[in-house]
T-cell receptor, first 113, second 112 residues
Framework: ELKVEQNPLFLSMQEGKNYTIYCNYSTTSDRLYWYRQDPGKSLESLFVLLSNGAVKQEGRLMASLDTKARLSTLHITAAVHDLSATYFCAVDPNMEYGNKLVFGAGTILRVKS | NAGVTQTPKFQVLKTGQSMTLQCAQDMNHNSMYWYRQDPGMGLRLIYYSASEGTTDKGEVPNGYNVSRLNKREFSLRLESAAPSQTSVYFC???????????FGSGTRLTVV
């Protein structure tokens, strides 16, 4: 069974601090996606990582993919309150699993001022 | 560009009633998906359609049926609603492999 594990599941951090969210998965894949969800809203795409060593950055968020370790990270630099949301990673596994993404459980991020 | 449109946005049903959730995308995407989201459970796949004319079960298909009406539309039907189906339902579409999902705004369903 394909598993996608995020940790931590809940993260409370102070403004200005740095932290990393981890996404581990149990099958070979070189395609991974990060999404953000605000309370009561839908999911919006943050990053698309399509190869080993891929790194994408936008603002205070940076995502990377290590396909050999089956690990993606979402690094938050100098957090601000506006980053408070739930963050999901999703793995695009091989075709044997069908044409669908498998999501992690999500990390709830709360940034305190 | 509307993207993925879901209707209705909110619905309250009585146990045993039926209803259909509608989803339409205008991006010419091949694949479409229905997920449910419950507190602490993340996103769980109900059904998906990899291409027009095909549908497959996901993780939690029991109590649901789907129809891929054409390339644009993918509906989800609850034949006899149960309180356990109280959830937020998201439709998503995807151009193909190596592309992420575009999500609709969601339908908040309560079954009493």
């Amino acid at each position: 069974e394909l598993k996608v594990e995020q940790n931590p599941l809940f993260l409370s951090m102070q403004e200005g601090k740095n932290y990393t969210i981890y996404c581990n998965y149990s099958t070979t894949s070189d395609r991974l996606y990060w999404y953000r969800q605000d309370p009561g809203k839908s999911l919006e795409s943050l990053f698309v990582l399509l190869s080993n060593g891929a790194v994408k950055q936008e603002g205070r968020l940076m995502a990377s993919l290590d396909t050999k370790a089956r690990l993606s990270t979402l690094h938050i630099t100098a957090a601000v309150h506006d980053l408070s949301a739930t963050y999901f990673c999703a793995v695009d596994p091989n075709m044997e699993y069908g044409n669908k993404l498998v999501f992690g459980a999500g990390t709830i991020l709360r940034v305190k001022s | 560009n509307a993207g993925v449109t879901q209707t209705p946005k909110f619905q309250v049903l009585k146990t045993g009633q039926s209803m259909t959730l509608q989803c339409a995308q205008d991006m010419n995407h091949n694949s479409m998906y229905w997920y449910r989201q419950d507190p602490g459970m993340g996103l769980r796949l109900i059904y998906y359609s990899a291409s027009e004319g095909t549908t497959d079960k996901g993780e939690v298909p029991n109590g649901y049926n789907v129809s891929r009406l054409n390339k644009r539309e993918f509906s989800l039907r609850l034949e006899s609603a149960a309180p356990s189906q109280t959830s937020v339902y998201f439709c998503a579409s995807r151009k193909g492999r190596s592309y992420g999902y575009t999500f609709g705004s969601g339908t908040r369903l309560t079954v009493v």
